[in-house]
């Protein structure tokens, strides 16, 4: 018997088999294979790849998780609860490898080439297939990425609930939405802007959008909502007014606001700072700019920050400043677990694995006490050579125990204290009566002068950085 032979025998025994017992289908959700054709289809969309386990630092299996142990206790909290990760759809599901030079190069075995709502709510099997095998409580979505737009709002609204209601059912009791969105920079009707366009019917048409948004990341539970204004900004001021667009945007956050609170949606608004890109300028430059204009417009209390990684360094900061900068002005709601290529220009939405920015990351977020009800999503996507369903699991891995490594070092940079004993002992010359003085506004400057004409000309000792380093390094 030949070898095409023998494997078409083994083929049919297997099932004649699965006829018998009625076991469920395991074939993948390969189009080829018929077993895909419906949305409605049960089988596995990753084959072959089991739940995710905790095999710890020394396994070498790229299936498995070597830092992040989910039950594992740290500074009083669970692992999963310091992270509360979750899974980006747009990235893991509807990410196609392009980029400004090329075309797409992932063709996932599930995909038809359609953009239906049958080939949406087969991706939504897959999404939560993932997320099940991942070992994972969270995901995020952008409402376009999830349900095609119609021939009309109403129409698009029809989709979205159609496969919002499959999610719903997906989701079951413990899943749920980190947090939703609007996508309000991808249709050519967003080409000026959403809530900043310089047309009165975009603007409504933004609002009805994120209307509809809230709704449904109110009805699948979600903990937050987020604004991200990639195109609320301007690319010259020479057309462009400025007050005026800023004043229409604090009047759509307002509305947003209002909105929430009467469907009795309790999650957290989130605004994601972006400095530029698709705009020139956009008004949510970094975390100080966006507290200065919650503060401006009187939001500063009903909004905190969706703090992304390679968004800080393309405004010229570090990831752990923007974190810093949101936490020391209250704000410091959600992460985007990403970060970028210095020698790249624009956002490439990496997964972190740099464990040194990961450790600052989570010293900002012990300092936090958390992020709940916020977390860690995965704002990253696979590289374009990488072209393998296993690799989404294995970038997910990655990024999960680049941040549990994070998690573990600063826990020991805090229980050891010499870092802070260091920061203490800089500081200590105000840790006197006249420090006190000065640290609540009661040092005037005719009383300063009498103390440094008393004086005279001051010592200024090291500020031992190189050590700070040293201790840094040496829990790495």
Request: glycine residues 10%; proline residues 4%; hydrophobic residues 40%.
């Amino acid at each position: 018997m030949k070898p095409a032979e023998i494997l078409l025998l083994v083929f049919c025994l297997n099932l004649v088999i699965l006829g018998v017992f009625g076991n469920p289908p395991t074939c993948p959700a390969d189009l080829e294979t018929g077993c895909g054709d419906s949305d409605e289809w049960k089988g596995e969309f990753f084959p072959g790849i089991p739940k995710i386990k905790y095999e710890g630092p020394s396994s070498k299996k790229a299936l498995a998780f070597k830092w992040y142990n989910a039950e594992e206790v740290i500074l009083g909290k669970k692992m999963k609860d310091w992270f509360r990760f979750s899974v980006a759809f747009w990235h893991t599901f509807r990410g196609t490898g392009a980029d400004p030079f090329g075309a797409p190069t992932k063709y996932w075995p599930w995909e038809d080439g359609t953009n239906s709502v049958a080939m949406a709510k087969r991706r939504m099997r897959a999404n939560f297939e993932f997320i099940e095998k991942l070992g994972v409580d969270w995901w995020c979505f952008h409402d376009r990425d999830i349900a095609p737009d119609g021939n009309t709002l109403e129409e698009t609204n029809s989709n979205l609930d159609e496969v919002v209601e499959l999610a719903k059912e997906l989701q079951g009791s413990k899943i749920r939405p980190l947090w939703g969105t609007a996508q309000l920079f991808l249709h050519p009707r967003y080409m000026h802007g959403g809530a900043t366009s310089s047309e009165l019917g975009v603007y409504a048409f933004a609002a009805a959008q994120v209307k509809k948004a809230i709704e449904v990341t109110h009805y699948l539970g979600g903990e937050n909502y987020v604004f991200w204004g990639g195109r609320e900004g301007y690319h010259s001021l020479l057309n462009t007014d400025m007050g005026r667009e800023l004043d229409h945007l604090a009047r759509f956050l307002e509305a947003a606001v209002a909105y929430k609170k009467k469907i009795g949606f309790n999650g957290t608004l989130l605004i994601e700072p972006k400095p530029q890109e698709p705009t020139k300028h956009q008004y949510d430059w970094d975390a100080a700019t966006s507290a200065n204009f919650l503060r401006k417009y009187g939001l500063i209390g009903e909004f905190k920050l969706n703090i992304e990684c390679n968004h800080a360094t393309l405004s010229g900061h570090s990831c752990h400043h923007e974190l810093e900068t949101a936490r020391l002005n209250g704000i410091l709601g959600n992460i985007d677990a990403n970060t970028g290529d210095p020698q790249i220009g624009w956002d490439t939405d990496q997964f972190l694995t740099d464990i040194a920015e990961a450790t600052m990351v989570m010293l900002s977020v012990i300092k936090n006490g958390g992020l709940a009800p916020g977390g860690f999503n995965f704002d990253a996507k696979l590289r374009r050579e990488s072209t393998d369903v296993e690799d989404l699991f294995i970038a997910h891995i990655g990024g999960m125990d680049t941040l549990a490594r994070g998690l573990r070092n600063a826990a020991k940079i805090i229980e050891d204290g010499s870092l802070a004993e260091l920061v203490r002992k800089r500081y200590e010359s105000f840790d006197t009566e006249l420090g006190a003085l000065i640290e609540a506004g009661q040092a005037d400057f005719e009383f300063l002068e009498k103390k440094a004409l008393q004086w005279g000309e001051p010592k200024v000792p090291s500020a031992k950085q190189e050590l700070a380093e040293m201790i840094f390094q040496s829990a790495l």
